[in-house]
Each structure stands twice: as C-alpha cells, then as structure tokens.
C-alpha cells in the first residue's frame, strides 16, 4: 500500500492544524502566568503600602519626652520657623502691657 500525494496534502494541512492549535493554547497559558504575576505583584505592593499606614498611625499616636504630640516635632525641626513665629507674636505682645489682676479668674455662670 503506497502513500498517495493526495493523503501526504491532508497529512500536512492536519499537522499545521494542529500546531496553530498548539500554539493558541501556550500563548494563552503564558498571557494567564503574566496576568498572575501582575496580581501577585499587586497584592506586595498593597501589603506594603498597608503596612507603612499602619506604622505611620503608630508613630502618631506617640508623645514627645515632654507630653507634647508629635505634630509639635516638625517646628522642632525647623528652628527658623519657629523663630519666624515668635518674632511674629512679639510685637502683640509689646502692646498689652496692662492684664487685669483678676483676668480668667472670675466664672460668671449666672446666665
């Protein structure tokens, strides 16, 4: 029994058939992977992102050695702010010479 030309044409059609089929099937496995990759990658940058909230919250809810919050740090850290500040308040308080001995002692709470 020979092999007719004709069964060596569909032979080949077949097994170009078959590997564009191949072919589709790794790709779309590979598309899968990287989509996968992608979401974990996703998931890192999420779980790193919430935990340095986490630890920012931390650190907020701290106290200074001197009872202050920790808001009060950043003039710390910037002493020409601060100086800039104070000379602001200086000349306000130039100008109130005379407090009346009784200020902020007397509590009217008749009304």
Do not use: C, W
């Amino acid at each position: 029994m020979a092999i007719q030309p004709i069964d060596l044409q569909t032979m080949y059609q077949q097994q170009s058939n078959i590997s564009k089929i191949v072919n589709t099937q790794q790709q779309a496995a590979l598309t899968e992977q990287m989509q996968q990759e992608n979401n974990i990658q996703k998931n890192l940058e999420n779980n790193k992102s919430v935990q340095k909230t986490q630890t920012e919250k931390a650190e907020a809810n701290k106290t200074n050695e001197n009872g202050s919050d920790s808001s009060d740090s950043a003039s710390k850290k910037s002493p020409e702010r601060h100086q800039k500040i104070k000379e602001e308040d200086t000349p306000f308080e130039n100008t109130n010479k005379y407090t009346p001995p009784n200020l902020g002692k007397i509590i009217d709470i008749s009304s």
